[in-house]
């Protein structure tokens, strides 16, 4: 009697597909709205001003990234004017706080306020940059040795000749009279280290004590064995990722404040005017130290670092399980929060008039103070390990 039954239900269930199709529509609909509502309404981020579609999506910032091609910082910053706040909400659980001492609470060197596993992870491998706060102090004590040895001097003369080869093109380009390709030529000053597979090359044929300085040196977890295949993908890795944190940065840098310079007569004649004054030779021996104590020089360097802002984006930390409290507003622990680089260099209660390429901010009476707010390198524990 039962299996009639049900058979009889089962085939108007199966006669009807759009019974079927309309119940999980709605069923999704219904969900969905669920949970928009509680995101915009529920959340307990639902009181922190912003977008509405960051409030309830990540689309918000999808669409600054992606359609508006990695806008999100200038973005980001124009929400502050408009909602008039120092902390907008630019997704569902992600606050972005714009206030330079907050700041160095998120980038610390204490415990808390660990890296985003959500924004890291798509990296993609598990590198440096992706690693847990425990795993990355380990692989940055390592990695220390070789971006900021204790000898500069054989990395100097390694930089010295690479640029030296640089500049002897340049010259020969602009005799001429043919445009200079000032992106190309700073990447690959900027790329002049060992290659990836070279150096493993290096490895595995020689004793550890015949071996260059490398990377690969520094984190190899079997230094005194042929390296196996997985420890080499590893380290292949590693690797890229120190090209891909190292190369793109220090270039794009560099072609900027090049730029600066080339393009202000004032500014390109004051150094070279305070360079051919200096002390230096540069034809016999470079002598960066120096070279390093320049004022107008280190200025400059300071300035292009400020405006190159060539990490621009969300540096996303997570609020430790206790929370934390920003002005009236309670972040409960695992919050995603982030405060860019761009928001500080051009806080123009710091830095007046922050549009502008000025090297003289960096010499005026207060700029001691002034080091403090350049965060070109961020702080903290996930600092830059090539700033030196
Ligand atoms: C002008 C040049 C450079 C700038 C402005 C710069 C800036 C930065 C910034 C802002 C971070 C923090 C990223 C984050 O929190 O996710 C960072 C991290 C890092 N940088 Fe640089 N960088 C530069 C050059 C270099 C060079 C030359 C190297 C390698 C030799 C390097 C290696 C790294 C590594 C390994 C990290 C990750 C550290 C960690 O997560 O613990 N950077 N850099």
């Not at 009181?47 to 960051?54: E, H, I, K, M, W």
Request: proline share 5%; glycine share 6%.
């Amino acid at each position: 009697m039962f299996d009639g039954y049900l058979g009889k239900s089962l085939d108007s269930i199966t006669l009807s597909p759009n019974l079927f199709f309309y119940t999980t529509g709605t069923i999704l609909i219904a969900r969905l709205l669920q949970i928009l509502a509680w995101r915009w309404w529920f959340h307990p981020l639902s009181s922190v001003p912003g977008p509405r579609l960051a409030a309830v999506s990540s689309l918000w910032q999808m669409w600054q990234d992606v359609v508006r091609d990695g806008d999100a910082a200038r973005a980001i910053d124009r929400l502050h004017r408009e909602y008039n706040t120092d902390i907008v909400r630019i997704s569902p659980n992600h606050v972005h706080i714009k206030d330079p001492e907050f700041y160095f609470k998120i980038y610390n060197v204490g415990p808390g306020f660990d890296k985003d596993p959500g924004f890291y992870s798509k990296l993609g491998v598990n590198s440096i940059l992706s690693a847990d706060t425990n795993s990355a102090r380990s692989m940055r004590s390592k990695a220390n040795a070789i971006v900021a040895p204790r000898d500069w001097g054989s990395m100097v003369e390694k930089a010295y000749s690479t640029a030296k080869h640089a500049s002897d093109r340049l010259v020969i380009h602009s005799e001429r009279g043919e445009d200079i390709d000032l992106f190309h030529t700073f990447r690959s000053i900027s790329q002049g280290g060992e290659w990836v597979d070279g150096t493993l090359k290096n490895s595995k044929n020689s004793s550890v004590k015949d071996r260059k300085s490398t990377i690969i040196d520094a984190l190899n977890p079997s230094p005194n064995h042929d390296i196996s295949a997985t420890d080499r993908e590893w380290l292949v890795d590693q690797s890229n990722t120190f090209v891909f944190a190292g190369v793109d940065t220090t270039s794009t840098m560099l072609m900027y404040t090049f730029h600066k310079v080339l393009s202000s007569h004032e500014i390109h004649s004051r150094l070279q005017h305070e360079l051919q004054n200096a002390d230096i030779s540069i034809q016999e021996g470079y002598d960066w130290k120096t070279i390093r104590e320049l004022p107008y020089l280190s200025a400059v360097i300071k300035e292009g670092l400020r405006l190159s802002t060539v990490i621009p984006g969300r540096l996303p930390r997570t609020v430790p399980a206790e929370g934390v409290e920003y002005k009236g507003t309670f972040l409960p622990g695992g919050t995603v929060v982030s405060s860019t680089i761009y928001s500080m260099h051009h806080n123009s209660k710091i830095f007046p008039e922050s549009d502008i390429f000025n090297p003289d901010r960096w010499l005026a009476a207060n700029s001691a103070e002034l080091e403090r707010y350049n965060v070109a390198f961020s702080k903290g524990k996930r600092s830059c390990i090539g700033m030196k």
